[in-house]
């Protein structure tokens, strides 16, 4: 533990720096801090004993160049995606891209430097010599960087003409900010009755899919009913890239492995979701069923898990019959994934055995809404057709759920584990699906 001495030195050698309007300005690359703090150290009027000069300059560079002038950008819970174009920045923020002057770099140099300390031990490495990476740094956060001559970017020159120039471009895919359930409500995803039928839905372990396109906040979503998994339940998640933030405890997290230099040791989805089969945990959830071998893989897991499944897919979501749209998609994966011997038929069935609930979501022009809820109570063989009732719809126009209430099998289902059930019944017709074929 550092004593009171080096917190001392710290706090004067920040303030001289905050006090000096060339060195606390934005662009301020890391080699030229380190002259300015060192240079400071061994002058009179702020010495620093040589047992403390290193440990005090690595710490003040250390929380300040953790992500240099894009640090605003990354702390805001509201960024998703923060796109660096040499000197420009553009950063999505509540689906919405805008150009920030706050957090641009000065120069293509400034970028490189930047770059160079962000892969700083990690397994990953960036050259002219092939200027291409995608990385996935410790905080979690993808980093993919492309750039030389080939990478070139539109700018007006001085004339006013439009031309290219060759740019470094630095994609950077933050982690989902754990946002909760109740978060999620305060900012309108949903209403309350969608909020407590979710809390439900956790509490019974019923199998979900939750569908949506880029940016629609699926996997926000999926993070968040973390938060509602019950106490004292071992829990694994399968991902790619480690792209969630579960709010639970008890958490396992498995993700992709790419090949050592042997061409050996790779792990990738397929192989870790088998393996959770042995592993005897009580819920089991895909970061996202990105391939058909995923999707039937998933339908496989969802009736071996002893309790919960869920997943993100990516689905086109339009202003009506959005369960009808996903579960058509959804079969169509599964069935390729299962083999030339499957059919449509019986994939369709089998998502009855288990999966419990469709849900959709979508940014609107209000904000990323909670757009249809179904679900899935049954399969009539004689009509072949998947039967479900709707809990949710959401009006696009007006920006208003309607719920429709909990069906009476869930409420069956929670009487069985002693939970009550406030939610209003929906009595309306149970609704048919077939998968035309």
């Known amino acids: 533990m550092m004593d009171a001495s080096f917190h001392g030195y710290v706090a004067m050698l920040k303030d ?38 290193e440990k005090v300059i690595s710490s003040l560079l250390n929380s300040w160049y953790t992500y240099d002038v894009l640090q605003a950008a990354m702390d805001d819970p509201f960024v998703s995606d923060v796109h660096v174009i040499g000197s420009t920045t553009v950063v999505k923020r509540k689906g919405t891209n805008y150009e920030s002057s706050e957090s641009r770099f000065q120069s293509e140099e400034a970028l490189h430097e930047f770059i160079a300390r962000k892969l700083e031990n990690t397994p990953y490495s960036y050259s002219l010599a092939y200027p291409i990476t995608d990385a996935i740094l410790p905080d979690g956060s993808r980093v993919n960087i492309i750039g030389g ?135 089991g959830y895909i970061g996202e069923v990105r391939t058909a071998q995923i999707a039937h893989l998933f339908l496989r897991m969802s009736l071996l898990v002893k309790r919960q499944t869920g997943t993100t897919f990516h689905s086109h979501i339009g202003h009506k019959n959005n369960v009808d749209g996903v579960l058509t998609r959804f079969i169509l994966e599964a069935t390729e994934g299962a083999g030339v011997q499957a059919s449509y038929l019986n994939t369709a069935s089998r998502m009855a055995d288990k999966i419990r609930h469709i849900i959709t ?21 004689t009509e072949r057709a998947l039967l479900w009732k709707p809990i949710l719809t959401y009006d696009f126009i007006r920006d208003q759920f309607r719920f429709h209430g909990v069906t009476q099998e869930m409420v069956e289902r929670a009487q069985v584990e002693g939970i009550e059930v406030s939610l209003p019944v929906n009595e309306e017709p149970i609704r048919k699906y077939r998968f035309a074929t």
Do not use: H
Request: proline share 5%; aromatic share 8%; glycine share 8%.
């Open 361 to 381: 979501a979508r940014d609107t022009k209000y904000g990323k809404r909670v757009t249809e809820i179904g679900e899935i109570i049954g399969f009539d063989f």
């Open 149 to 283: 001559p080939s990478t070139r970017y539109t700018v007006l020159d001085e004339d006013g003409r439009i031309i290219t120039e060759p740019r470094t471009v630095v994609t950077i895919r933050k982690p989902i900010y754990p946002f909760s359930m109740d978060d999620l409500t305060r900012l309108q995803m949903m209403d309350a009755d969608t909020r407590a039928f979710f809390k439900l839905m956790m509490a019974l372990g019923d199998s979900f899919i939750i569908a949506g396109g880029v940016g629609s906040g699926k996997t926000t979503l999926m993070n968040a009913l973390t938060g509602d998994i019950p106490k004292n339940l071992l829990s694994i998640f399968v991902e790619e890239l480690p792209e969630m933030t579960p709010l639970t405890d008890w958490c396992i997290r498995l993700t992709d492995r790419s090949q050592n230099v042997e061409g050996k040791g790779r792990l990738d989805m397929a192989t870790n979701i088998i393996n959770t089969l042995r592993m005897d945990n009580d819920n």
């Open 16 to 53: 001289l720096v905050l006090s000096d309007p060339n060195m606390s300005q934005s662009g301020v690359t890391r080699k030229e801090m380190y002259t300015y703090l060192y240079t400071k150290c061994v002058e009179q009027g702020s010495f620093v004993p040589t047992e403390y000069r």
